[in-house]
């Protein structure tokens, strides 16, 4: 663990400023990666400490929550005080504060300052995106502002390592100095009308003093891009054109998500399987080879395969919050997403939940309020994501009769297919609409927000985002992951024992031959159909890798997770689900779509590729011919398809995305309170399928 | 006396009062709402919520239930 801030004698300085002025890329900057990410001791705020040395001295830059006042109103603003006044347990007072204030607007960001400079400590302020600000137009006199204030003032290009030097230059200086208090600041107090209340008052006054603090400081001239950056919003926020482009970079967004992720996703499988070749042509058959092939290394592709999403979002993200357009995607959408107690910032987060959850719930960083991130966190599982695309195809294609409703384009299995999506989003809204009264109550939370001005992205930002972003995922989540897959590998290898598992395909075949040859002495031509199956399953013995599956199955079905299958039978039956799709529903808590995989192999089909057309017509047909244990009816009926079909939808069978949820929100209750409330909401949702549906006589 | 939330687009006025001692009334001082200061309706968001305002030479966005408890005079 790197060292705590302030140890072996290292100066703390704190890094405090407004949302928006380019506060992260003067922490890379500065410090470049963080020596320490995590959570504040009880709170959900993100404590991030990067150690560099200047000179030979050793200096712990802590990067506070962006605030825009002292007078703390979330969490983040407690944390930024707090560790400013040195009350943080475990952090020490910083030996000097520096104030980023944003360039292209001085006067809303001077007020943090002014606030910092009254608390008389060593104050630096580091004056972030001068280059914006001057294409803008807007000049600004440092050298008074310095002496204005009272404090230093040193002006930045962060990316560009522009003013890096000097700011160190000047962090090393400040300790021990103690900035006056504002000059004047007291005069214009006196000057305000009492019969404001305190607080406006208060306002009041110190925007008097920036003013005045400004006044001579400051010049703005008209420029071109000044006028460009007002037809570019003229644009955006017009009511069609806004509308507009807000639907085509939204769309662009998503789309690249979910296809252009795609190949570099098939190429991770692809290296795994091959890496998989090549640990069984190396290694002696056993357990230590399915241990590193089917857990470990399983696992690591289970966990590398998300990053090509996880990268390319926030690649997306990072280049909407670089020229400014995060900010209004959110003023865009707030409309929609105020009605279930959201705010639009966490359109984009929910999203990207449609392509994968774990992007979209690391997305809900870029909202500063936590009960609002907290919720969004909550809800991204319930969108349906990509992994539940190949159980909806598979169960739609294969039991949802194919007959038109109403118009003869519009198809039965494409409208189940569109209601599974929309089950997501109308059991979130009811989720959302409870939460914000019960776990999350408490005021309406002010949609209060920046739109801060159009400029270029910086490549160098960008690329930073996108590796923090992917960083933390494999370092943070990763290896949690890959323990979740050998746990499960484990849980469905043993007991392993030749002799039980002999048994059990020598009675599945004894029970075949006698259920044909019943059928054969009946002499009931209609007999035909169920027939087949029976002598395809019972021929398929006959080959090696007939064989190989069905010993196969028989360990999966008889491990301990073949076990809890059983175990939990009484629970899925009112589902209309039989002990082996309870067994593939626990299977899949690795991921859900392992469920048409673990089906497969209870099924005896060995390791099917459910996604290509021979494996899941396979399995399609495996599937249609399942009977209940010691009967000849039928297990995959319509309303058992709708009823799976629902509960997966709904459920939290998927370790990676409760892996994130306890690292985002640094609490292992979370993903505990998400896992239960969404097995919950999901096998009450399949037991209503069911119920409805048999009651109907689908 | 009307408020903000009544402004019409591409119109200005001046802030007289924040209604309330609540963090929301605290939050719009902060942001540079204080009486006296003038504000300019940008636009609104196509589904008409929230506002966009320019105040203090930047461009800020509230819902209108926020923009209501700005008292303003032209």
Known sequence: MAPAAGSSGALTVALLGNPNTGKSSLFSALAGIPTRVGNYPGVTVEEKVGRFAYRGRLIDLIDLPGTYSLAPKSPDEVVAVKVLLGQMPGVPAPDCVVVVADATNLERNLYLASQVLELGLPTVVALTLGDVAAEKGIRINVAELAKRLGCPVVRVVAPLREGIEALSEQILAAPGTSPPPPVGLEAQRAKVDSSHTLQAQEAIARYAWIEQVLAGVVHTSPTLTRSLNQQIDAVVTHRVWGTLVFAATMLGMFSSIFWLATPFMDLISAAVDMLADLARAWLPPGALASLLIDGVLAGVGGVVVFVPQIALLFFFIAILEGCGYLSRAAFLMDRLLVGVGLSGKSFIPLLSSFACAIPGIMAARTIENRRDRLLTIMLAPLMSCSARLPVYLLLCGAFVPNVPVGFSWLRLPALVLAAMYAVGVVVAAVVAWVLTRTLFRGPAQPFVMELPGWRWPRMEVVLERVREAAGSFLQNAGTLIIGVSVVVWALSSYPHNELSIDAEVEAQRAGWAAAVAALDAGGNPAAAAEREPLVEQLSALDTEEGMAAARRGAAQRQSFLGRAGRFIEPLVRPLGWDWRIGCAAIASFPAREVVLGTLGVIYNLGDVDAGAEEGSSALVRRLRAATWDGTNRKVFTLPVALSLMVFFALCAQCASTLVVIGRETGSWIWPLVSFTSMTLLAWLGAFATYQIGTALGW | ?74
């Open chain 2, 1 to 74: 006396m009307t408020s903000l939330a009544k402004v019409a687009i591409g119109s200005s006025a001046k802030v007289t009062l924040v209604n309330g001692t609540d963090p929301t009334a605290a939050r719009l001082l902060e942001m540079g709402l204080t009486p006296g200061v003038n504000v300019k309706v940008v636009g609104t968001a196509p589904l008409g919520d929230p506002l966009e305002l320019e105040v203090r030479g930047y461009r800020l966005s509230i819902r209108r239930t926020e923009a209501a408890r700005v008292a303003i005079s032209r």
